[in-house]
């Protein structure tokens, strides 16, 4: 009798198993139905998609997607909620951000003071020899200086007191320069002595002591400090990947890429960890890396990957922050430096014309009007023309004025980070001076004007993901605190239509991606972000207080929130 219940109990079991597995095969429909906007010209606004497999099968009426969805589906009501494709991360540092969540968060800091002060906290608690690391302070940001500076940075000294025995790496928030103390100098074995590499700069006091700040190419030589390992790589882009989908954010270009972020990505992509859509641009800096690519085809993403590897990364120049983005007219505040050049020239034209064999695209970080002016030369030496290459320059932050039509007349993608706008405008006033800020500093406007095609990223964790402030940069052209009241030259401001493409369909297009991405159509992969309000329609100001409520990628829902 008891074999005999047994018997039937077990068949039954499996009998309920099977038929729930069977629903949940054949429920693969997803009904949204509410407010969503496409960034399709064609039907802006719809009140509901079906998605089958991971794509939209369906897009249009309520009424025509209930008769669209065929058997089981599962229905989400957006009600007061609202959908946009999925927000799409056009410039930013995977692994970089992964590290900043774990790491000193510096963005915000007042004073270098305080920054001591987080230091001193972690050395009390770190193992001797460990390494501290930090990354987000910006000595411009700060309400008071320091009492010792050199060529306007601090030095080492205070840190160096309250850490002695672990070594302190701090990178800036601008990624091209970095504060380290005495225990990290003397780790790298780096004194009066040490030749900065070139393109590379080792502030020194006036007696010829190294104050611990070091500029573009010089980082490298701290690099030991801070390298990940493969499991660490990993690690950091998991982490980076939860907090992408926490803001909204389902796919990621990620802006110079070396060997172990590289494979850490391929990893988990094969294992299916990678959920983000990653899109990887290649380290140029590292020659032997960018030889082993250019001698093969892309990695293309498939339906069953997550991970592209189709560009490089190149750096001509540094940042503003740190008087290393290369100008034709010396800095302002500064009548002794133009800025620094930190790529040659003639190599990144080489790359451009061995990109061409197997289709790859190359984007060049590029801050200073110098700077673009040589990466446009070097395009047009390169005779990319022909090509649909869709070369970007990175930042494309402050131009002469002669060059806004050659992005136009080379097919050359801007890719803007317009939250740098909020952020820098306050300051780069001093490193540029009034007609260079009026005439070519962040002007959306101009490049939009001479159709030059635009991509919109935040270039985290130089600056938070968020896309919201990002949107809201864009828009008002104020700092994130509103202000000036009537904004930074308005005339240069984008519309609203406009800033959502830059963050979805345009930045997909920038990635090669635009038939398969960056808007709510048929036939494309249902990735979709939903927010808490409108913010097409909102007052300026709550566009800051928007929170995003759902993020979907390719059908699936990988957060939701509380």
């Known amino acids: 009798m008891r074999t005999s ?31 969503i906007y496409t960034a399709n010209d064609d039907s802006p606004i719809v009140e509901a998609v079906v998605v089958s497999n991971g794509r939209f099968s369906y897009v249009g009426s309520l009424e025509g997607a209930r008769l669209a969805a065929s058997g089981p589906v599962k229905e989400i009501e957006l009600d007061s909620r609202i959908a946009y494709p999925g927000f799409i991360e056009s410039h930013g540092h995977l692994s970089s951000l992964g590290e900043s969540i774990t790491n000193l968060d510096l963005n915000g800091v007042d004073s270098y003071q305080t920054i001591v002060g987080m230091v001193a906290d972690a050395a009390a608690k770190a193992a001797p020899g460990q390494v501290i690391k930090g990354r987000g302070w910006h000595q411009s940001k700060w309400q008071s200086q320091p009492k010792i500076t050199v060529d306007g940075f601090p030095t080492h000294r205070s840190l160096s007191e309250v850490s002695p025995n672990n070594p302190v790496f701090l990178g800036h928030a601008n990624g091209h320069s970095a504060l380290i103390n005495q225990a990290a100098m003397d780790e790298i074995n780096l004194s009066f002595t040490t030749t900065p590499p070139e393109g590379g700069v080792i502030v020194k006091d006036t007696r010829g002591n190294p104050t611990g700040i070091l500029h573009e190419n010089a980082i490298d030589l701290a690099y030991p400090l801070i390298a990940l390992s493969v499991d660490s790589a990993k690690a950091a882009i998991l982490s980076a990947q939860r907090h992408a989908f926490r803001w909204g954010i ?54 069953d990957s997550r991970l592209t590897i189709r560009s490089f990364k190149a750096v001509m120049d540094g940042a503003l922050g740190s008087r290393t983005a ?88 801007a890719s803007i980070q317009t939250i740098h706008m909020s952020s820098d405008r306050p300051w780069a006033i001093d490193r540029l001076g009034q007609e260079r800020i009026e005439t070519g500093a962040y002007i959306w406007r101009d490049l939009l004007n001479a159709g030059v095609h635009l991509a919109n990223g935040t270039d985290v964790p130089v600056e938070p993901i968020n896309p919201l402030a990002n949107f809201y940069a864009a828009v008002a052209r104020k700092t994130l605190k509103g202000t000036p009241e009537g904004g930074f030259e308005l005339s240069q401001r984008m519309t609203r239509e406009e800033t959502l493409k830059s963050m979805t369909l345009w930045n997909a297009f920038a990635g090669f991606e635009e038939d398969q991405l960056g808007s709510i159509e048929v036939g494309k992969q249902a990735d979709i972000t939903v927010l808490d309000r409108d913010i097409m329609t909102v007052e300026e100001s709550d566009i800051l207080s928007t929170n995003v409520a759902m993020t979907i990628v390719s059908g699936e829902i990988v957060y939701e929130a509380p």
């Open 5 to 35: 219940l047994q018997r039937m109990l077990t068949a039954f079991l499996t009998t309920l198993s099977m038929t729930a597995l069977s629903n949940a095969s054949v429920a693969d429909d997803l009904l949204i139905t509410g407010t």
């Open 250 to 303: 389902t796919n990621f270009h990620d802006a110079g890429a070396g060997k172990t972020d590289i494979k850490a990505q391929q990893m988990l992509n094969d294992s299916g960890d990678l959920k983000l859509r990653v899109y990887t641009m290649v380290s140029a800096q590292d020659e032997a890396l960018s030889d082993y690519w250019l001698a093969r085809a892309p990695l293309i993403a498939k339906d």
């Open 326 to 413: 290369w100008l034709h007219a010396p800095y302002t505040d500064d009548p002794g430096t133009s800025g620094v050049q930190t790529f040659d020239e003639d190599r990144l034209i080489d790359i451009m014309k061995r990109s061409v064999k197997y289709g790859w695209q190359i984007n060049t970080h590029a801050i200073g009007d110098k700077a673009n002016t040589v990466v446009l030369d070097a395009i047009e030496a390169a005779q990319l023309a022909p090509y649909d290459h869709r070369a970007r320059i990175e930042h494309s932050q402050h131009l002469i004025c002669s060059d806004i039509n050659r992005f136009a007349d080379l097919g050359v993608i």
